[in-house]
């Protein structure tokens, strides 16, 4: 299993980025799929997820402020983020929403950061 996340960077409170994450190794169309995030200090939590029909959940941090979609042909799974706030910085991975363990595969991950 390869998960690779990009997009990432340094914005402004207010500013928008736009995350991918290419998966590889297993049937990607087969499994949810979902973004995590990782604040300092804090667990890592789950912020918005997408079935394989492309029914889509948000925490009620990123409601309306992320949109997460997917492409099974590519294997990529995206993540939209407007209205970027602080409280968004962190590390933010992809990954299955089920089936996930201590042996779990996480990737690298991309760095947001959400400062004036």
């Known amino acids: 299993v390869q998960l690779q996340a990009s997009g990432g960077g340094s914005v402004q409170p207010g500013g928008s980025l736009r995350l991918s994450c290419a998966a590889s190794?297993?049937?990607?169309?087969?499994?949810?799929m979902g973004w995590y995030r990782q604040a300092p200090g804090k667990q890592r939590e789950l912020v918005a997820d997408?079935?394989?029909?492309?029914?889509?959940n948000y925490s009620d941090s990123v409601k309306g402020r992320f949109t997460i979609s997917r492409d099974n042909a590519k294997n990529t799974v995206f993540l939209q983020m407007n209205s970027l706030k602080p409280e968004d910085t962190g590390v933010y991975h992809c990954?299955?929403?089920?089936?996930?363990?201590?042996?779990?595969?996480w990737g690298q991950g991309t760095q947001v950061t959400v400062s004036s």
């Open positions: 990954n299955k929403v089920y089936g996930l363990g201590p042996g779990s595969t």
């Open positions: 997408i079935s394989r029909s492309g029914t889509t």
């Open positions: 190794g297993f049937s990607f169309s087969a499994y949810s």
